[in-house]
């Protein structure tokens, strides 16, 4: 866990009970200067591209570094960063995926992901992703859930920083944040 309040450890989140009781939960968050609708509007982006390590893992294309029309809606079952399933969501707050796709599935594991922009007051968000990760059983199981970890920690603070460095470009464009 890295960045998270007290309070986000303690809440509960769409996620939680999608894995059942042996998940392992993990947790992130950043303070973004900018709306909640912003920072949300930009997590909706997730829909087109990681904004992680795009050598990585966007087959070496650049995630846009502007909002594309009509990523804002959102459906149940939509693709989401190309291995995820949209399976909850509440707009300007969370969205909520599954990790769907079988060879994912076989490589990584049991996914459960909630992205949600909490607003802190009218300009500044928490954005805060909390994933629950399946384990597997045995050693290999817990060599595979540490080296997870480290790999999320190095994938998800570039993900968290791109994201919330874009929302705080589309907030002061737009004028909602001051200087």
């Known amino acids: 866990m890295w960045g998270a309040t007290p309070g986000e450890r303690g809440a509960a989140y769409p996620c939680d009970d999608l894995l059942g009781p ?3 939960p993990w947790l992130r968050a950043v ?6 609708p912003v920072v949300f509007r930009w997590l909706c982006q997730l829909k087109v591209a990681p904004y992680s390590y795009d050598s990585l893992d966007n087959f070496g294309r650049r995630s846009p570094r502007r909002l594309t029309p009509g990523a804002e809606r959102l459906e149940t079952g939509q693709r989401v ?5 949209l ?10 995926l599954l990790l769907t796709t079988p060879w994912a599935v ?19 968000t928490r954005l805060v992703v909390k994933m629950m990760v399946g384990r597997r059983p045995g050693r290999l199981g817990a060599a595979r859930l540490r080296m997870m970890a480290r790999g999320d920690l190095f994938m ?14 589309t907030a002061a464009r737009k004028g909602a944040v001051g200087s």
């Open 106 to 124: 076989r490589a990584f594991g049991e996914f459960a992901i909630t992205y949600r922009a909490d607003p802190v007051d009218a300009r500044t």
């Open 81 to 85: 960063m190309t291995i995820f399933e």
């Open 87 to 96: 399976v909850g969501f509440e707009p300007d707050r969370h969205l909520t």
């Open 156 to 169: 998800m603070r570039r993900q968290l920083a791109t994201l919330g460095a874009l929302a705080e470009r």
């Open 22 to 24: 042996s998940a392992e």
């Open 31 to 36: 303070t973004v200067r900018a709306p909640a």
